[in-house]
């Protein structure tokens, strides 16, 4: 069985400074792992994915996820947050020939002026 | 590429109605598609899996006579409400894949229904 864990529910960073959002994961199988953002009444969009290539995969806008099998973690980060990274991230995992996604519980992130 | 429309965005109904929500891969053929339902601060909790062409399957404690789900074409999937009542406002999201490892899932923009 597969699930994940965001271990942070908030995050506040001030704009310019770094951005972590912490996942571990649980999969019995070679599991694919994504990031997605999702603004305010809208649907998700990928930020990025990991399935079984690079361990260090960059998104789009600046984030990217490294993918350590030892910490069963995936935890995404950007080096410099912007106003518009306010949102809320989730952590998703599928593995083996199963299509089903699960999804962390998401952290929502502000981000001060 | 890869975008899926969903439509409408928000919809408010009687209590007792039904009401259906579209779901339409635009540029790809979409062979699962899936149907979420998202409460307030809340994740995303998986309603259904649909293959075109054959039943979709229903998570545990879905109601499939209550939440209709039609995958006519491998570009067209709907979700169907029918007789709504107000604790079935919320969020519904559906997304759909063609090749999960080379493509990932692609989301709907959601759509926000109101039972009143």
């Known amino acids: 069985a597969q699930s994940v864990t965001q271990l942070d529910s908030h995050v506040s960073v001030s704009e310019g400074t770094p951005v972590l959002l912490r996942c571990n994961y649980s999969s019995s199988y070679s599991p694919s792992l994504f990031w997605y953002v999702q603004h305010p009444n809208k649907g998700l969009q990928l930020l990025l994915k990991?399935?079984?290539?690079?361990?260090l995969v960059k998104g789009i806008n600046g984030f990217e996820a490294e993918f350590k099998k030892s910490e069963t973690s995936f935890h995404l980060t950007k080096p410099s947050a912007h106003m518009s990274d306010a949102a809320e991230y989730f952590c998703?995992?599928?593995?083996?020939?199963?299509?089903?996604?699960?999804f962390g519980a998401g952290t929502t992130v502000t981000v001060r002026a | 590429g890869a975008v899926v429309s969903q439509h409408p965005s928000r919809v408010i109904c009687k209590s007792g109605t039904s009401v259906k929500i579209e779901c339409r891969s635009l540029?790809?053929?979409?062979?699962?598609m899936f149907w979420y339902r998202q409460f307030p601060k809340k994740s995303l909790m998986l309603m259904a899996t649909?293959?075109?062409?054959?039943?979709?399957?229903?998570e545990q404690g879905v109601e499939k006579d209550k939440f209709l789900i039609n995958h006519a074409s491998l570009t067209l999937s709907t979700l169907t409400v029918t007789s709504a009542h107000p604790e079935d406002s919320s969020f519904y999201i559906c997304?759909?894949?063609?090749?999960?490892?080379?493509?990932?899932?692609?989301f709907g923009s959601g759509t926000r229904l109101t039972v009143v």
């Open positions: 990991y399935t079984s290539a690079a361990t």
């Open positions: 540029d790809f053929q979409a062979t699962t």
């Open positions: 997304s759909a894949t063609r090749d999960r490892y080379n493509y990932g899932y692609t």
């Open positions: 998703v995992v599928s593995e083996g020939d199963d299509y089903k996604l699960s």
């Open positions: 649909s293959n075109e062409g054959s039943k979709a399957t229903y």
